[in-house]
């Protein structure tokens, strides 16, 4: 079965500065990695996805994430985060096939709060 | 402009009532899922649909039900089994059954409070 954790619940930094994001999974082959942002009130927006080439993907609205299997993780970074960023971000994986064919396992989300 | 529309937005019905949460989209997209989102507990799959006229559980189906007669519409009930409803309910789609691969696209919810 496939998995996700986001360890930090909630992380706030200054406008400016740089933002990495965690996400660690548990899958044992090369899985389909996706990071989503949600506005509050709001659906979630697809940022970023990995499934095959470059481990360095970039994304939307300057973000990137770098996949690396020895670590089991998919990061979200971005240089200099805008006040605008202030959001939730959820990471999620799919690929395991078996009782999650089809599907997408999300992370529990990370809330970022932006200091101006 | 193609997209998932979620309706109403915002929901208030009374303890031991069904309701209904429509999600339709226009993409013509093969697979379309309901999440539910509670704080601090990411998204959790409550049905989900591959193809017309069919459907599977999700991880938390107990109190609810789906139907998937159109590609376009999948709708949500609610029911009294529900032992706790009040939530935010996400309606996605994706491009095939395959939606670990497309990812997906999301409506922007329906907020159901019951009293």
């Known amino acids: 079965a496939q998995s996700v954790t986001q360890p930090d619940i909630h992380i706030t930094v200054s406008e400016g500065a740089s933002l990495e994001l965690r996400c660690n999974y548990s899958?044992?082959?090369?899985?389909?990695l996706f990071w989503y942002v949600q506005s509050p009130g709001q659906g979630l927006q697809l940022l970023l996805k990995y499934f095959s080439g470059d481990t360095l993907v970039q994304g939307i609205k300057g973000f990137e994430a770098e996949f690396k299997r020895s670590q089991s993780s998919f990061n979200l970074r971005k240089p200099s985060v805008h006040w605008s960023d202030a959001a939730e971000y959820f990471c999620a994986v799919g690929g395991a096939g078996g009782t999650s064919y089809g599907k997408l396992t999300f992370g529990q989300g990370t809330i970022l709060t932006v200091h101006p | 402009d193609g997209g998932i529309t979620q309706s109403p937005k915002y929901l208030f019905r009374k303890e031991g009532q069904n309701v209904t949460l429509s999600c339709e989209q226009n993409l013509n997209h093969d697979a379309m899922y309901w999440y539910r989102q509670d704080p601090g507990q990411g998204l959790r799959l409550i049905y989900y649909?591959?193809?017309?006229?069919?459907?599977q559980k999700g991880d938390i189906a107990e109190g609810y039900s789906v139907s998937r007669e159109k590609k376009e519409s999948f709708p949500l009930t609610v029911t009294s089994a529900q032992k706790n409803p009040t939530a935010f309910y996400l309606c996605?789609?994706?491009?095939?059954?395959?939606?670990?691969?497309?990812?997906?696209?999301f409506g922007s919810g329906t907020r159901l409070t019951v009293v």
């Open positions: 649909s591959q193809i017309v006229n069919d459907f």
């Open positions: 899958y044992g082959a090369t899985p389909y």
């Open positions: 996605a789609s994706s491009p095939s059954r395959w939606g670990e691969v497309y990812g997906y696209t």
